[in-house]
């Protein structure tokens, strides 16, 4: 069991950037997938980005080349850039592991992009 802080979203006009933060209560060394998700009122939640120990990622078609996913496992915390926003960035951002577990959601942070 782990508890995960996000923190860093805001208001913000297109073309901005963002850096969320979360921050695990313990150590993520042993969790090989950490990822950041995002939900929009009245949308599925979607996958943004994922990230491995090793430093591998992925993400969505919808924000590649705009945003970045990494990590510190010393620091205990997963970062996403987030540049050249758009409105449909919307959302409220969570962290979690990948697959999810359920008992790791934290409260998110929300991003509002304007246009």
């Known amino acids: 069991q782990v508890q995960l802080v996000e923190s860093g979203g805001g208001l913000v006009q297109a073309g901005g950037s963002l850096r969320l933060s979360c921050a695990a209560s313990?150590?993520?060394?042993?969790?090989?997938?950490m990822g950041w998700y995002r939900q929009a009122p009245g949308k599925q939640r979607e996958q943004v980005a994922t990230?491995?120990?090793?430093?591998?990622?992925n993400y969505a078609d919808s924000v590649k080349g705009r945003f970045t996913i990494s990590r510190d496992n010393a620091k205990n915390t997963v970062y996403l850039q987030m540049n050249s926003l758009k409105p449909e960035d919307t959302a409220r951002y969570y962290c979690?592991?990948?697959?999810?577990?359920?008992?790791?959601w934290g409260r998110g942070t929300q991003v509002t992009v304007s246009s």
């Open positions: 979690n592991t990948y697959p999810i577990r359920y008992n790791y």
């Open positions: 990230i491995t120990n090793g430093g591998s990622t």
């Open positions: 313990r150590s993520i060394f042993s969790i090989n997938v």
